[in-house]
């Protein structure tokens, strides 16, 4: 309690908001410490005189939205700006530099994103991504942004990927905007982030065949692909007839369905458009667009469409791990892990107001998943070189 009331006295606001804000960046150690336990720099006014104006709530708020210009920084300087600090504005030191919420000259706000991704732990708890992943999905959109939304682009972007397992509310709540502001942000990021898809390419053979694990070229040499037909649960509908079409019997709930393949080498090579639950397998595969891209000699594992694959001269190839008794090798378990890595991104249950974007939202968690596996690759090769 007397913490709080040397807080409120040094505030020296006549009508102090509830959750008032103030930046690392006016902390001496641009942290609150036991030398410094208050904000003292470059505030733009003193906090012991009782007649000096204080900074307003929304001011405040301004600061720690106002949209992007041409002079804000790009995604790399962004990265590495300090976090926002759960404190109140206040001053030890009268100061005549200017304060940050004006624009022009402190170079933009700094994004809520740095205090909720903080590691990679966090980063993939909310988003499913390592956080070099996840800045470089910004540095990519960056290019592609055309709205005029008052929120900081990174945080719109993590606002939109946290939204596979936090409800709409939620996200109000945390980045202290209107439900209206992320219902608007939500379709138009998901719209944006369709220029994903050119990273799930179908492989050519010759690609498949390059990248083809050592387990496989001796037991499995023609494999092109896994497939799988995953179902995500969706928010029942109040038309009777939506609630038959998506009702899944397996499930015994309302669900989208999808075929997901998966290459040897890890990477999503396609993602059909969400169907209803109702919908079978083999109704899927037969009008997904997956057939049109399989030649004859290929061998596919998947065992519930074994007439389809036969029409057209594909093998169906059935590994021993699936037979009674057999265990799962580590790239069999890889590759499993990698169908379900994609159904993870969108396992959540899905709003009715976004089952019309749901082919959108899929081909964005595969494009992920596959940006993530390069990475990984990536990272190992610099690994083994040193």
Not at 370 to 376: F, W
Request: a neutral charge; glycine letters at 4%; aromatic letters at 10%.
């Amino acid at each position: 309690m007397k913490s709080l009331q040397l807080w409120l006295k040094v505030l020296n606001l006549k009508k102090p908001p509830n959750r008032p804000y103030v930046c690392s960046y006016h902390f001496v150690d641009k942290r609150l410490t036991e030398e410094h336990p208050f904000s003292e720099k470059w505030l733009g006014y003193d906090a012991d005189s009782t007649d000096q104006k204080a900074t307003s709530h929304q001011d405040i708020i301004i600061y720690r939205y106002v949209p992007m210009t041409s002079q804000h920084k790009d995604a790399d300087t962004q990265w590495e700006v300090l976090a926002l600090t759960d404190h109140s504005y206040v001053s030890r030191e009268p100061v005549n530099k200017p304060t940050c919420n004006e624009q022009t000259q402190c170079g933009g706000a700094e994004p809520l994103t740095h205090t909720i991704l903080k590691n990679h732990t966090s980063s993939g708890f909310y988003t499913g991504l390592p956080i070099s992943v996840f800045f470089d999905h910004v540095a990519f959109l960056q290019k592609f942004y055309m709205a005029n939304l008052k929120m900081h682009i990174t945080d719109q972007i993590l606002i939109t990927l946290m939204k596979l397992n936090l409800l709409q509310g939620d996200l109000a709540e945390l980045f202290a905007v209107s439900q209206g502001v992320v219902s608007r942000i939500l379709p138009y990021w998901i719209d944006t982030m369709e220029h994903r898809r050119m990273y799930i390419p179908w492989l050519p053979r010759e690609t498949i065949q390059n990248t083809l694990p050592q387990c496989f070229k001796e037991k499995f040499p023609n494999t092109t692909c896994f497939i799988d037909c995953s179902e995500t649960t969706l928010q029942k509908a109040h038309n009777i007839d939506s609630r038959g079409q998506s009702f899944s019997h397996y499930y015994s709930s309302n669900t989208l369905k999808y075929l997901v393949a998966v290459a040897p080498c890890e990477l999503v090579i396609l993602i059909s458009p969400a169907y209803g639950g109702r919908c079978s397998d083999k109704f899927i595969t037969q009008n997904s667009g997956f057939l049109e891209y399989l030649r004859p000699g290929d061998d596919v594992m998947e065992d519930t469409i074994r007439d389809l694959l036969y029409e057209r001269k594909v093998n169906l190839a059935i590994p021993a791990f699936t037979q009674k008794g057999g265990q799962l090798s580590d790239k069999d378990v890889t590759i499993t892990r990698r169908i379900a890595h994609m159904c993870i991104h969108v396992e959540s249950t899905v709003p009715i107001n976004l089952t019309h974007k749901m082919d959108h939202v899929l081909r964005i968690c595969a494009a992920l998943v596959n940006i993530t596996v390069q990475d990984k690759k990536k990272h190992q090769s610099r690994v083994m070189l040193r």
